[in-house]
């Protein structure tokens, strides 16, 4: 066993096979505008968004429905897509000493490729620190948004982003993942449970029409507040890990990439985090 990682190996120097810094990866200062992966991705008539109020279609990074396939036998690597023969995303998992976060989504389908984003587990702690591009004019060379814990058993997870797609930075809205059995879980054709991402607020997000009065679209948590995503583990199948969904306003991508990017990443940390305990158990 490795000793724990800290958020402060996000961005340190790495093993020569690692990707490379985003910096470095994109030949721009700390200024640079995120790095940006395929092209973007319009939504797909098998996966159409659930029904509700009108609202603009925003090109996005992500499909508004794709699985997880495993791509390696010994289980590091992964692609990210709406098919398996057509991946978008590299995934790859870290351990030890490799100085890298805990997860890496890839900014391509090679896991050569810059990250988009990686997460890594707090030490000692059930939280965990996300790593993102940073934000234009921050001076940084990566951003680090913290992604907490709460409560007990599978608890809830939550973090604060960027929303929007106005042009600058955003306010920032909070989400939380919460553990579901319920039916926008179950459409996934999972394991019976997963994952929804709810989003805290109620009024429209940055750039979007409507005020106090917005609508979102997407189904309502328990407590009357919107669903804008959801996960579950697949089964019945020896390649494909998991599948995931946008919902309301998450499918309209309203929300904005770095949104988008924030909400996958802290799913890939969740997907990871039982996968370990899963491996601990049966060891």
């Known amino acids: 066993m490795g000793r724990p990682k800290s958020a402060e190996h996000v961005g340190a120097a790495v093993p020569k096979d690692a990707p490379p810094p985003y910096t470095e990866a994109t030949g721009q200062s700390s200024a640079a505008t995120p790095q940006q992966g395929p092209p973007a991705q319009q939504p797909s008539a098998q996966h159409p968004g659930p029904q509700g ?8 990074q992500f499909p508004p429905a794709f699985s997880v396939y495993r791509d390696s036998a010994w289980g590091r690597t992964y692609m990210l897509g709406e098919h398996q023969a057509t991946p978008l995303y590299a995934i790859t998992l870290h351990t030890g000493w490799s100085g890298q976060p805990d997860v890496v989504l890839h900014g391509s389908s090679s896991e050569n490729a810059p990250p988009l984003a990686g997460v890594e587990t707090t030490a000692f702690s059930r939280a965990a620190t996300v790593s993102l591009p940073p934000l234009p004019g921050s001076g940084r060379s990566v951003a680090e948004e913290p992604m907490a814990f709460s409560g007990f058993g599978n608890g809830t997870h939550s973090f604060t982003i960027e929303v929007g797609n106005t042009g600058t930075t955003g306010r920032r809205e909070s989400f939380e993942w919460r553990h579901s059995h319920g039916a926008e ?4 054709g999972g394991r019976g ?6 989003r805290l607020a109620s009024d429209a997000p940055e750039g979007v029409g409507g005020g106090s009065h917005f609508v979102g679209g997407g189904p309502q948590s328990s407590d009357g507040k919107e669903v804008v995503a959801v996960w579950a583990n697949a089964r019945t199948s020896l390649s494909k ?14 929300m904005g990439e770095r949104w988008a990017i924030m909400a996958v990443i802290t799913a890939l940390r969740i997907w990871d985090k039982e996968r370990k305990s899963r491996q601990n158990s049966s060891a």
């Open 241 to 254: 890990i998991l599948n995931f969904r946008f919902l309301g306003s998450g499918v309209t991508g309203v």
């Open 185 to 188: 879980v179950d459409q996934l």
């Open 53 to 60: 109020p009108a609202q603009a279609q925003v090109a996005r």
């Open 193 to 198: 449970s997963g994952w929804k991402l709810v």
